[in-house]
């Protein structure tokens, strides 16, 4: 079975400029969830996805982020316009049916702005 | 604020020197403590899932406790495999499925 995967592995971007990443879950998993990690801190929540809709987009820092999940199968995440305080490692992790079901994590799309 | 704590910060370890790892949180109606392992460059990998004071997990060398306030995870003669950064989440009841992360140990076997 694949795992959780995410494109870019990789982004150096300008300060202004428009970066978009991909996730690609789980097959069969309906819930999505988007994590980053800045640099020397903690990994933080962003957003979560059942299918298609949002149900928790609490952690998402502000406006110039923007989460979508088209057909409730892959996710994408664009940042708009970019700023410094945007690099770090974004994450997205899937996970199965409801409560109590572990999230499976990809392996990161490290985001540098200059 | 909801609060996860992991001590200590970094650990180094010879091959085969068992120590535990301790994960500390301050928060109310715990639905789950989840710990991960992370090798560099990679995504956090699943390792358990705790729900209950007084619940243990076991998977190779790796054993996983659970007390009211905190989670321990145990490291059994230890191997230079097993280094890796070692992740504590908890998940609240009230905060839906998103996961609150502590900020890792650092575990480093030397043969």
């Known amino acids: 079975e694949a795992g959780v995967t995410q494109f870019p592995s990789h982004s150096v971007i300008e300060k202004g400029q428009t970066v978009t990443l991909r996730c690609d879950p789980i097959s069969g998993h309906d819930n999505l969830y988007w994590y980053r990690r800045v640099m020397g801190k903690e990994i933080k929540f962003l957003l979560h996805?059942?299918?298609?809709?949002?149900?928790?987009e609490s952690g998402m820092p502000n406006n110039r982020f923007l989460a979508e999940r088209t057909g409730g199968t892959y996710s994408t995440l664009k940042v708009q316009p970019a700023e410094l305080e945007d690099s770090g490692v974004y994450f997205c992790a899937s996970s199965q049916g409801t409560a109590g079901s572990e999230q499976y994590f990809g392996p990161g799309t490290r985001l540098t702005v200059t | 604020e909801d609060q996860v704590t992991q001590s200590p910060e970094a650990l180094r370890l010879q091959e085969g020197e068992s120590s535990s790892l301790n994960c500390s949180y301050t928060v109310s109606g715990l639905r789950g403590l989840f710990w991960y392992r992370q090798d560099p460059g990679k995504g956090p990998e699943f390792l358990f899932t705790l729900y209950s004071a007084g619940e243990e997990k076991e998977k190779e060398r790796l054993k996983a406790t659970l007390t009211k306030k905190e989670s321990f995870l145990h490291i059994t003669a230890p191997k230079p495999e097993d280094s890796a950064t070692y992740l504590c989440?908890?998940?609240?009841?009230?905060?839906?499925?998103?996961?609150?992360f502590g900020g890792g140990t650092r575990v480093l076997v030397k043969p």
């Open positions: 996805f059942v299918k298609e809709s949002k149900q928790d």
């Open positions: 989440a908890v998940r609240l009841g009230a905060a839906g499925n998103k996961l609150t």
